[in-house]
């Protein structure tokens, strides 16, 4: 039997040459993406409760419109209007007032017409009754005239009244600009 190559000759053996360990890495890229998953869903279970605790479970809450308090004016009411013009202040026509109301009228119609058919039929019915309204010696006064007519909200809502105003470009008026006669 021949002996290995090296053996006997005093030298110690060769140390073997470690075998490769193979890592099996699969399942860890899995646990990771299962890991952040979980942890979104964990998060989003926890908004959710957040969101419950802090709001409640709320019914629908119904918005019905309201009609600003212009369409109630009548012919006569002396008043104070706020900017957008929709809240006024009624005052006695003896007191300095802003404006005056001439005339009140319902347009007609079922379906909303657009806001420039509304707006036409307000200023062309309103031209038609000033005159009827105005004292004559006023005629030629510098007074203007103004009207609120329904938007497409309030039509909605069954509002159709026009609302007619007169006033002053030079300030406010004092006493009532109706004919007396």
Partial sequence: MAAPAGAGSGSAPEPAA??????????VGR???A????????????AGVLVVATHGLRHKTLVTYRPAA????????CLNSSQNGLSVTILSCATPHQA???????????????????????GGGCATRIAGYLNPQL???????QYVYPNQEAWQAGVRTVV?????????LSGSVRNST
């Fill in 18 to 27: 470690p075998e490769p360990v193979a890592v099996e890495r699969r399942g």
């Fill in 31 to 33: 646990l990771v993406v």
């Fill in 35 to 46: 890991g952040v998953i979980l942890v979104l869903v964990a998060v989003a279970a926890a």
């Fill in 70 to 77: 212009v369409f109630s004016l009548r012919a006569g009411d």
């Fill in 100 to 122: 005056e109301v001439f005339a009140t009228f319902s347009l007609s119609g079922s379906s909303w017409p657009g806001a420039a058919a509304v707006q036409q039929q307000a």
């Fill in 139 to 145: 005629l030629n006064a510098g007074l203007t005239q």
């Fill in 164 to 172: 007619c105003e007169v006033s002053s470009a030079s300030g406010p």
